[in-house]
């Protein structure tokens, strides 16, 4: 019992295997010389070279972080006033409400994203607004990213002591200066992880982009989904890398900062 | 706000009175934290709400702070009603029993947290703070997190963060709580001084009977929402009006009294288990009541050699000693009835009484004391 | 005192039930009505459009109808044809046999993880989440490579006699199995890697103490204990998976339609949002049954929901 077994640590180590099979392979290829994929031919960077004379591809990568940066900022900001005020006052139908602030987290994101192309079909047919484009992925990103940052900084709220910011208000504080000088600074880390979280979910995102964008408001991710269908090739590759790349940086940030926060958060 | 048929209600507020409470009443649910609850608390004083925990004592300091709201009655702070003043308006602070620090901010800013919503010059902040760092004790730990100190030291800047406010009155949710008994002793010591000195009225909450009679100008003894007994430790302790206080406070026998006859002045006769015993001036009046409890603290009984008749004296058996050194607890056995008396250990040797053994206990007339119930 | 009565105070603040709805408004108002106007209105318009009657040129208009759901259900115009109900079953199918798949794979997995030494647990733990955390439609596209015509699978599969030479192993249902296990294998492992850490092995040893083997240990002892994690990553596997659509378009053929493709056919190509509508509400319905399944089950144990 104390010691793995050699069968039990040989299954894992394919399991491992598997999950990283797809990011070597692509890294790998993107190394290829061959312009059709197909066998290993020989070594080059000449893929990576090729995407920064790539318009497309810079408006592309462009897109995708602006996309990410404005959308992240906005659901960041409602994401944790309504965790903060889920948890803190309530009102008639709360309950419903909180429940029905969760169907982003489970719904297909294809029903999502077919839900919100219609309305914007609709609303641009009587009202003349949300023409697709990268406004309407923003304002979808936003609608996708609030949940998650709720239910983030919602978490850290409730473990809080309630006496602290009782304490506040027994100094002398009102309701604003309660909250932007104790309970504010006191859940930034939960703050900070949604808002990693969103950014992360947006630059992910491929389905809800994909319907609800319209021409010359291309996404990485529909760039690539593009290229896939015509066929890989070895630039997509190195791309993908890039992307990958970034993912492994920032996880690895992510878990981090997130032990640096653990001594702190017990205290 | 005034509760007809309350006395003491109708009167005007006292000006000397720090917080005025009357007919105070607050239930969570199914639960009465509060029953009609009338209390005035004087400038100045250290007034101790002592009772087991659930008896309403918290919901009350809550409440005169401004943190909870009462279902009906009214708080008064110097003459001034509160009813519509919310926490951060009242001129009152707080310690609480978590200490309730900012974790994100050091020793310094969270002491000047309280001048800093005053809007007080930094320059002014910056010397207050440090004076009340000095005051109690923690001046080397200012640029400190909360996380780096010890309970004890966390107790003091909460102490410090609420006295640099000088407020009317500061309210004391079990501060001492969370700390080891040493840690207790030292810092009742030294809340008492700082009381003293700085002249706050201080509302302070415990269930410790023993800090309660240390630290206290006047102790209210609280249960089941509300309050039992008002008055400074020795009264509350020589004089408890029922028997949930004499046994609330320290040990005490209790003797079911059945019967009365009136002797002497001030004084009377009552038919108890262990004989007729006189009781002098004591306690309630017994008056037209069938049956009553006479009460009698332990250390007041009196060893004497098995044999000696007189007035309340009762041939008794030892079944228990204990002894602690200072002095030795004899559980003893009279008319059928355990009974426990103290005894100084004045000399070596003093008490050389073996389980088994025979004697007589006087119970003196004057020490006996009817209760209400 | 009524007056009075009616407010509360929480967190250190008065609030009358008027000025805590103002709160409310101010606070949480933004945020519900942003999720309110972007995402519940539309799947409410989602649920109306399903009954429209979608016209020659793709226009959408009256009469209402159940048309669609009886389409859906194999009534069409011409007879009856079961696609439509096989396209429902199949995705049930995917979604369950990923979902078991996953646990297979990820319960071995999470009991190694949990029993490694602190320092390693951590960078076995990252190593599954760093997956979880790269873009899926990467890594679903990288199986085409890894099950390309030249590939060393599929030269493995031919030498075996499993699959004709030179020929790629997708589209095919073993490529969308593959594809659908290496993306939702970490949401179970994670769920039941934090089930393992909080498991009290003491059981577990009292039970081998009193004589039981090992599959009545792991049912007796194990099992009861991670359930809570298991049935969590079922949750978090089964939903999504129902709905998947990169996965199967790009690794699977026209055998292998899902409701996700199914879904993105009537809204692109066909032009059909009624009836896409219609899919998409028996899609959200699925989701959510399995939902209210799972909430039951979790409040049979006496827990708190997944949220």
């Known amino acids: 019992m104390k010691r793995p077994s050699w069968l039990l640590t040989l299954g894992v180590a394919l399991l491992y295997v598997f999950l990283y099979a797809p990011i070597v392979v692509v890294i790998v290829f993107s190394f290829n010389a061959a312009r059709y994929g197909g066998p290993w031919t020989g070594f080059t960077t000449a893929w990576y070279g090729r995407l920064l004379d790539s318009p497309e591809k810079l408006l592309a990568a462009r897109n995708t972080l602006v996309l990410a940066v404005v959308s992240t900022l906005f659901s960041t900001v409602l994401g944790t006033l309504l965790g903060f005020g889920l948890s803190r006052y309530r009102f008639p139908g709360q309950k419903l409400f909180s429940w029905l602030m969760y169907i982003p987290v489970v719904i297909p994101d294809i029903v999502m994203a077919v839900a919100m192309l219609m309305f914007y079909g609709l609303v641009r047919q009587t009202l003349g607004l949300f023409e697709l484009g990268l406004a309407t992925m923003i304002v979808s990103h936003v609608t996708f990213q609030i949940p998650f940052v709720a239910i983030v900084v919602r978490s850290r709220l409730v473990g809080m002591d309630p006496a602290i910011e009782e304490a506040a208000h027994d100094l002398g504080a009102n309701a604003w200066q309660t909250f932007r000088l104790v309970t504010l600074p006191m859940i930034l880390p939960a703050v900070v992880a949604g808002g990693m979280l969103a950014f992360t979910l947006s630059l992910d995102d491929f389905v809800v982009s994909f319907f609800t964008t319209g021409p010359g408001a291309n996404t990485l991710p529909i760039l690539i989904y593009a290229s896939v269908k015509r066929g890989i090739t070895p630039d997509i590759n190195a791309l993908s890398s890039l992307i990958i790349l970034a993912s492994v940086l920032g996880t690895i940030a992510m878990m981090l900062a997130e032990r640096r926060q653990e001594p702190r958060g017990t205290s | ?373 | 005192m009524a007056r009075r009565a009616a407010a509360e105070v929480r967190f250190g603040e008065q609030l009358t039930p008027r000025s805590e709805l103002l709160r409310s408004a101010l606070v949480s108002g933004p945020a519900i009505a942003w999720v309110s106007l972007f995402l519940l209105i539309p799947l409410v318009a989602v649920v109306g459009m399903s009954f429209l009657t979608r016209g020659s040129y793709g226009q959408v208009g009256l009469p209402a109808t159940f048309e669609n759901y009886r389409r859906l259900a194999g009534y069409g115009l011409l007879g009856y044809d079961p696609l439509y109900p096989q396209i429902i079953l199949r995705s049930l199918l995917l979604a369950a046999g990923t979902t078991l798949v996953c646990l297979l794979a990820a319960f071995p997995l999470a009991y190694f993880i949990v029993r490694l030494p602190g320092r390693f647990k951590n960078a076995a733990l990252t190593l599954v989440v760093i997956p979880f955390w790269t873009n899926l439609l990467i890594r679903t596209y990288a199986w085409q490579i890894l099950l390309g015509p030249e590939s060393l699978l599929a030269r493995l599969a031919s030498a075996l006699g499993l699959a004709p030479a030179g020929q790629p192993l997708y589209p095919s249902t073993l490529a969308v199995y593959l594809g659908m296990l290496c993306a939702y294998l970490p949401f179970m492992v994670m769920p039941l890697y934090s089930s393992f850490e909080k498991l009290d092995w003491s059981i577990a040893e009292a039970a081998m103490d009193l004589g039981a083997g090992g599959p009545q240990v792991l049912r007796h002892a194990i099992l009861p204990q991670v359930a809570p994690g298991m049935a969590a990553g079922v949750i978090l596997v089964f939903i999504p998976a129902v709905g998947q659509f990169v996965i199967p378009d790009l690794l699977g053929g026209a055998k292998t339609v899902m409701l996700g493709n199914a879904i993105q056919q009537q809204f692109g190509a066909s032009r059909d949002w009624p009836f896409g509508s219609a899919i998409s509400f028996v899609g959200m319905a699925l989701v959510m049954l399995g939902l209210l399944l799972y909430a039951r089950s979790a409040a049979r144990r006496g827990e708190e929901g997944l949220l």
């Open chain 2, 1 to 373: 706000m005034a509760q007809p048929g309350e006395p003491g209600s109708l009167s005007s507020p006292d000006a000397r009175a720090a917080v005025e409470v009357s007919g105070l009443s607050r239930r969570f649910g199914s639960f009465q934290a509060l029953d009609n609850v009338s209390l005035t608390i004087r400038e100045g004083e250290f007034f101790s709400l002592l009772g087991p925990s659930g008896c309403g004592k918290t919901t009350l300091l809550r409440i005169i702070g401004g943190l909870d709201l009462a279902d009906s009655g009214s708080v008064a702070i110097g003459g001034e009603a509160m009813e519509r003043i919310p926490a951060h308006r009242r001129p009152v602070n707080t310690v609480f029993q978590s200490y309730a620090l900012f974790p994100h901010m050091t020793v310094a800013e969270n002491v000047a947290f309280g001048l800093r919503m005053k809007k007080i010059a930094a320059a002014d902040i910056a010397e207050r703070v440090a004076r009340a760092l000095e005051m109690v004790q923690i001046g080397s730990f200012a640029s400190r997190k909360p996380a780096q100190l010890s309970g004890g030291q966390k107790q003091r800047v909460a102490l410090a963060r609420a006295l640099i406010n000088e407020p009317r009155v500061l309210l004391l949710d079990e501060p001492l709580g969370a700390l080891d008994l040493k840690l207790r002793k030292e810092l009742q010591v030294e809340l008492h001084t700082l009381q003293r000195r700085l002249g706050i009225t201080f509302i302070f909450v415990t269930h410790d009977q023993e800090e309660a009679l240390v630290m206290s100008d006047r102790i209210a003894l609280m249960r089941a929402g509300q309050i039992e007994q008002i008055g400074d430790a020795e009264e509350i302790y020589e004089r408890p009006r029922n028997r949930f206080v004499s046994q609330f406070l320290g040990s005490c026998n209790l003797i079911e009294a059945r019967g009365w006859s009136p002797g002497g002045a001030g004084e009377s006769l009552a038919e108890t288990p262990l004989g007729t015993l006189r009781v002098e001036g004591g306690g309630a009046p017994t008056a037209g009541r069938e049956s009553f409890t006479l009460a009698i603290r332990p250390e007041k009984l009196r060893l004497l050699p098995a044999g000696e008749t007189g007035e309340n004296r009762v041939p008794a058996r030892v079944s228990q000693v204990i002894y602690i050194g200072s002095e030795s607890h004899f559980q003893l056995e009279a008319g059928g009835r355990p009974l426990l008396a103290y005894a100084m250990n004045e000399t070596r040797g003093a008490h050389e009484l073996e389980p088994g053994a025979s004697l007589t206990v006087h119970l003196p007339a004057a020490s006996l004391l009817a209760l209400e119930d």
